[in-house]
């Protein structure tokens, strides 16, 4: 059972670069979400997907854009890295309906712009 | 924003020895969640508390909630050294399947 898959594991960005980071899940969840994880901080959720078609900002979207391609896959997007980026970003996934569902996390992606 | 507070940020025990790590929030909640993380992973999912429960248990995980105070607290009794990982409490909110996360805990356990 795969859960949660992020792609790539690791990057390393110039400023100014473009990226997008993929999310896939196989657990048939409505929604799906992007957080970043810095040093002391926590999670912070910068956009989730509460179901296919549908998309919304979080705490931190700024210098962020996402796509909800299908169900399966979420995708998060840097159009112009910054060295402020530079974070491990996990995506997760739940199911959207009863108000008890925990979320299943992917392993990170860490990425580090210059 | 950032409802869940952990508190101690880090601890350090000997391997059976019992863990106790607390969390506050500041509103209202519809179930507090705790997870554990483990050095280079994930996020993995622990234990869900419902707002109108005081005290779950789930193996050697205890947890309790109180509204009154906007509190929670994991208990991980006999620890072992496999229990070596940050734990993050989560709030949600009603009306929504967002998370709040809190800074983590991070706990080791000597052999």
């Known amino acids: 059972n795969a859960g949660v898959t992020q792609t790539p594991k690791f990057q390393v960005l110039k400023t100014g670069q473009s990226m997008t980071l993929q999310c896939a899940q196989d657990?048939?969840?409505?929604?799906m979400y992007w957080y970043r994880q810095d040093p002391g901080m926590g999670l912070r959720l910068i956009y989730y997907?509460?179901?296919?078609?549908?998309?919304d900002k979080g705490e931190v979207p700024n210098g962020y854009n996402v796509s909800r391609l299908n169900k399966r896959e979420f995708s998060l997007r840097l159009e112009s890295a910054a060295p402020s980026q530079t974070s491990v970003y996990f995506c997760?996934?739940?199911?959207?309906?009863?108000?008890?569902?925990?979320?299943?996390f992917g392993d990170g992606t860490r990425l580090s712009i210059l | 924003s950032q409802q869940g507070e952990e508190d101690p940020q880090a601890l350090s025990i000997q391997e059976g020895e019992n863990a106790t790590m607390n969390c506050s929030y500041k509103?209202?909640?519809?179930?507090l969640q705790w997870y554990r993380q483990n050095s280079g992973r994930g996020l993995v999912h622990l234990i869900l508390?419902?707002?109108?429960?005081r005290e779950k248990h789930s193996g050697r995980l205890r947890v309790t909630l109180d509204t009154s105070k906007k509190s929670s607290s994991l208990l991980i009794t006999a620890s072992r050294a496999a229990d070596t990982a940050s734990y993050f409490c989560?709030?949600?909110?009603?009306?929504?399947?967002?998370?709040?996360f809190g800074k983590g805990n991070q706990v080791v356990v000597i052999p």
């Open positions: 997760a996934s739940s199911e959207l309906t009863g108000d008890y569902q925990p979320q299943h």
């Open positions: 657990m048939n969840h409505n929604s």
């Open positions: 997907s509460a179901s296919e078609g549908t998309t």
């Open positions: 509103t209202s909640i519809n179930n």
């Open positions: 508390i419902r707002s109108n429960e």
């Open positions: 989560a709030a949600r909110d009603y009306g929504n399947n967002r998370l709040a």
